[in-house]
């Protein structure tokens, strides 16, 4: 309620309009859903709860299901020019609404702002003989229009700090990249062409210094955020950057080398020396025995007795 106007929401919940008895209410009706997204897209720029939220009321109110169910056969979903979608609601437009583009532009903007809900409605209620024109325009005009939205907020965005992004349109790859000391911490998105019909991928294997079992709970998050909570990639980067930040904050760098991420090994001090509590990188600490020829605590000089930890 707190982003969606009272009258709004009534209006949505009563979806129920018959086009051959009044056009004008059809098309009024349309233009209240396609405001409805911008107040959706606002509400998960400010907070990305707030996307779950709208979600889970709308899911409930049957909306979605309800306009695909009329404007199906109104949309020409065969357009390719994604540009020329917008020009029917330009308040400089001198031409009179038309349901076909407005059906569209429609069905175009719920996908890209509620793609889960497109995505179930696509699986479990559309009709067999729309499925593949659907898949089409999809793949031709939802898809890359919503990946280069992406990518230009990614560019614009000022609270990424250290992480640095470089993604493609024509790859369909996201690489945001994180240096610690000397190593390179990376995790890779991959956007299918029918996305958001099929899921991205999510590879985390190159976040080194991370154990296994952490980051393929990362990855699992990511997916979890892109493929059923409606999160932008923007969204899923910066939880990565945050459960980056996580594990290293508060670590201090191995005495020997100085770094908190091994460069030989990509581990993080991992022994700990039972006198001055002290962490060093294994093979950092089994050099220095070696060229010393002691098996002395590089610090504190106490024989060693340290312990491994996680």
């Known amino acids: 309620a707190q982003w969606l106007p009272q009258k709004l929401m009534s209006q949505i919940e009563q979806w129920e309009v018959d086009i051959d008895h009044d056009e004008k209410m059809f098309i009024s009706h349309l233009l209240r859903w396609i405001l409805c997204l911008e107040y959706f897209d606002s509400a998960g720029k400010a907070d990305m709860r707030h996307r779950a939220q709208i979600t889970s009321y709308i899911d409930k109110t049957g909306a979605v299901q309800e306009l695909f169910q009329v404007v199906m056969s109104f949309a020409q979903l065969k357009k390719q020019e994604s540009s020329n979608l917008f020009k029917c609601i330009k308040p400089s437009s001198s031409e009179a609404f038309s349901i076909e583009d407005l059906s569209t532009l429609a069905i175009f903007r719920t996908i890209e702002s509620m793609p889960t809900l497109c995505k179930s409605w696509w699986n479990d209620e559309c009709p ?124 201090e760098p191995c005495p020997i080398c100085y770094s908190v991420v091994c460069v030989k090994t990509h581990a993080m001090p991992n022994l700990e020396c039972k006198t001055c509590h002290n962490r060093f990188h294994s093979s950092c600490l089994y050099k220095w025995f070696h060229s010393s020829g002691k098996h002395q605590c590089p610090l504190c000089q106490q024989p060693w007795s340290g312990t491994k930890v996680a």
């Open 128 to 251: 067999r003989a729309h499925q593949s024109e659907v898949n089409r325009f999809v793949e031709s005009m939802v898809a890359p229009e919503t990946l280069r939205r992406e990518l230009d907020r990614i560019h614009m965005a000022s609270n990424l700090g250290e992480l640095t992004v470089r993604g493609s349109c024509v790859s369909r790859e996201v690489v945001a990249t994180y240096i610690q000391d000397e190593c390179k911490l990376s995790v890779v998105i991959r956007v299918p062409p029918t996305f958001p019909l099929r899921n991205v991928e999510v590879d985390c294997q190159k976040t080194l210094g991370v154990n296994e079992k952490r980051w393929r709970h990362w990855s699992l998050q990511i997916m979890r955020m892109l493929n059923g909570q409606d999160g932008s990639i923007l969204d899923a980067l910066l939880l990565w950057k945050q459960n980056v930040d996580k594990e290293f904050d508060g670590v």
